[in-house]
């Protein structure tokens, strides 16, 4: 997604109005700027609000030429967490005004106040922002990001009612939405603009869908970038392993791209998109990714090494709790934080989480209380109930209509080689 961004590293807003020949001004917010003094731009915002209650700049559009254009943008996936999905936004063009602007509803601040913790809590807040169009395709040509353009074919009257809702939602007081990385996202909002404002509404090829589950079609994006893989999975419910349907695809900016593609107008039954342009044509770029630093194998090594000491206690006939600290330990902790998502975040797709079922936040109490030395002889059969535990899962988790990424096999085996040294020597009665 988009990240207002300023080059000193912080974000920050101004406010800017577009004239126009019969009704005013057009309101506009949250264009980056570097402010250099503090005091300006308190006077300045303050004088905006007092002319804009005033009616002296009225906020609203104006009306529309009919040369103007309206656009779907999409552009290409970038090689980061917050690029790696794309981006959609809306372009509004009218010559015969001079005017061409991008309405983005990617906006967020990360420098705001706990913006990590709002994000995985489900409490992020994004907004509609206007701004320059060739300001927003020259962010995209600095990251070498393909930029694509769908004119759509609509008529004066869809244009005005498109462009007057946009107008309307950047408003200050309407432009900021409650962010749904499934549900509500900058490719929903758009897709959800042009379709209620288009006469009769769309139709669309359903029979063109992709047969994905909402977590496929993440993974597909993913690409080379592993460990966000893996910590998609990590997080996110068996709601996700649900067949996506073709509404519920165009979260997906390259999705609501070809989607609109194909997609006829109800009334006039021609196809929507009249034109299809690029914009700007980036470079191939190839992302390289250090496989040998992996998840995967970073923690099969890790398994391995755990195994081996495992089986050399064993034989020795003499297991070390330190290792049962960590290894119990590092389990209950993912299952803390997996069970804190499930039951605190706002993500409709955030519960029933089944790694519950193989992380056990149980397992951190383990690894404190064994440090009790007098509690360890009660404490030594909660090994054999892992172990069987652990099993049942393996054996069972073909079925469980989750998916379950390879990594977490490994951290199954890690518990499970040190549950078993335990339960075979209290079996053996060493202890």
């Not at 709601?239 to 609109?260: G, Q």
């Not at 099969?300 to 006939?317: D, E, G, K, P, Y």
């Not at 069970?339 to 519960?351: Q, Y």
Request: glycine content about 4%; hydrophobic content about 45%; proline content about 4%.
């Amino acid at each position: 997604m988009q990240k207002r961004k300023e080059s000193n590293g912080r974000a920050r807003s101004y406010f800017c109005f577009e004239k126009d020949n019969e009704e005013g001004l057009l309101f506009r917010a949250n264009l980056p700027v570097k402010w250099h003094n503090p005091l300006k731009q308190f006077l300045l915002v303050g004088l905006v609000v007092l002319l804009v209650l005033s009616g002296v700049l009225p906020a609203k559009a104006f009306k529309l030429s009919d040369g103007a254009e309206i656009s779907l943008i999409t552009c290409d996936p970038g090689f980061g967490a917050a690029t790696v999905y794309g981006h959609s936004a809306i372009r509004v063009k009218d010559a015969a005004y001079d005017y061409d602007l991008a309405f983005n509803y990617g906006i967020y601040d990360f420098e705001s106040p706990n913006f990590l913790y709002r994000f995985a809590s489900g409490q992020t807040d994004y907004l509609l922002a206007a701004y320059n169009f060739d300001a927003f395709v020259n962010s995209y040509k600095n990251t070498k990001r393909s930029v694509y353009e769908q004119l759509l074919d609509l008529t004066p009257a869809e244009k005005q009612k498109i462009f007057d809702f946009l107008v309307w939602n950047a408003k200050p007081e309407n432009r900021i939405y409650r962010y749904n990385f499934f549900f509500d996202n900058c490719a929903t909002r758009v897709r959800d603009v042009l379709v209620n404002n288009i006469e009769g509404g769309l139709i669309f090829n359903e029979e063109e869908r992709s047969g994905k589950t909402l977590r496929g079609l993440v993974k597909d994006c993913h690409g080379k970038l592993l460990w966000l893989s893996f910590g998609i999975d990590y997080v996110v419910s068996s709601k996700s392993d649900r067949e996506a349907t073709y509404w519920e695809e165009m979260f997906l900016p390259d999705y609501l791209m070809d989607h609109f593609e194909d997609a006829l107008k109800s009334k006039e039954r021609v196809p929507l998109v009249k034109e299809a342009r690029i914009v700007y044509e980036a470079p191939g770029l190839t992302y390289t990714s250090l496989k040998f630093i992996s998840p995967f194998v970073v923690f099969l090594l890790i398994a391995l090494v755990i195994l081996w000491f495992s089986v050399r206690q064993l034989q020795r006939r003499n297991p070390k709790i330190k290792l049962d600290y960590w290894v119990y330990g590092l389990n209950g902790f993912m299952g803390i934080v997996i069970a804190w998502f499930t039951l605190f975040s706002e993500h409709p797709a955030m519960s029933p989480n089944y790694n519950l079922l193989w992380a056990s936040p149980l397992n951190l109490a383990f690894a404190f209380a064994l440090r009790i030395k007098k509690w360890r002889p009660r404490l030594k059969y909660y090994h054999i109930f892992i172990s069987i535990w652990m099993v049942v899962f393996l054996c069972a988790s073909p079925f469980i209509p989750q998916y379950f990424h390879p990594v977490f096999y490994l951290f199954v085996i890690m518990i499970l080689s040190r549950s078993i040294v335990h339960s075979l020597l209290i079996i053996r009665k060493v202890y």
